[in-house]
């Protein structure tokens, strides 16, 4: 069964240092997403991806973070510059149809990172 | 904007109890609805949706009705089991941001 994945699972990073999560959603998939979900919190949205360009972004998503899609398969999430409060799980998700309107969005299983 | 309301946890039940877990929706329009389920140590799995009124999703003994006229897509189980012990997220779709997630309840199912 086609699944997304993620890579790295967990990340220990120095406060200021770049960090690039990576992401292989499901081949045949268009829409691409990050969410995130610090510790004990409700899972949020990051920003939202087609066409090789933005869709939609929240305003976590500030200057700080960037996602590409360099080739076919990979979408990356990168912040530039970490700081404690971007510890937090990040999810990459993907989906046929745009919005999660009446299709399910499939999701990694996560990586986690911790800023000290 | 948009927001998904669910019951605080953690929720605690003995096998076999019945479960109800509350959420509730604020949209215009008809919003898809879904429940995803994260296990220990796992991503968010899909457990069940519904795209329009009156539909009722169901997987694995688990079932939710989209109510349109009290916003409210609630989860129900009539027999839970210790391998339902997860934390459950109720959403709602519709928008270029994809879901709007509830904050999660946690259930914990004692044998």
């Known amino acids: 069964e086609p699944e997304v994945t993620q890579t790295p699972s967990h990340q220990v990073t120095q406060m200021g240092q770049e960090v690039i999560l990576r992401c292989v959603p499901i081949?045949?998939?268009?829409?691409f997403y990050w969410y995130r979900q610090i510790l004990g919190q409700k899972v949020e949205f990051l920003v939202s991806f087609y066409n090789n360009e933005i869709s939609e972004k929240s305003e976590i998503f500030d200057d700080q973070f960037s996602v590409e899609r360099p080739d076919g398969s990979n979408f990356t999430l990168k912040i530039r510059s970490t700081k404690l409060e971007d510890s937090a799980m990040y999810f990459c998700?993907?989906?046929?149809?745009?919005?999660?309107?009446?299709?399910?969005?499939?999701f990694g299983e996560g990586s986690r990172l911790t800023v000290l | 904007g948009n927001s998904v309301t669910q019951m605080e946890g953690p929720v605690t039940l003995s096998e076999e109890a019945f479960l109800t877990i509350n959420c509730t929706y604020t949209a215009t329009g008809y919003p898809s609805l879904f429940w995803y389920v994260q296990y220990p140590g796992e991503g968010l799995q899909l457990l069940l949706k519904?795209?329009?009124?009156?539909d009722k999703g169901s997987n694995k003994g688990f079932e939710a009705t989209y109510r349109k006229e009290t916003t409210s897509f609630h989860l129900e189980k009539g027999s839970v089991q210790v391998s339902d012990s997860a934390v459950y997220f109720c959403a709602q779709g519709g928008g270029a941001d994809g879901l709007t997630f509830g904050k999660g309840t946690h259930l914990i199912i004692q044998p």
């Open positions: 081949s045949n998939h268009l829409y």
């Open positions: 998700a993907s989906g046929s149809r745009a919005g999660g309107l009446a299709g399910e969005l499939f």
């Open positions: 519904a795209t329009k009124a009156d």
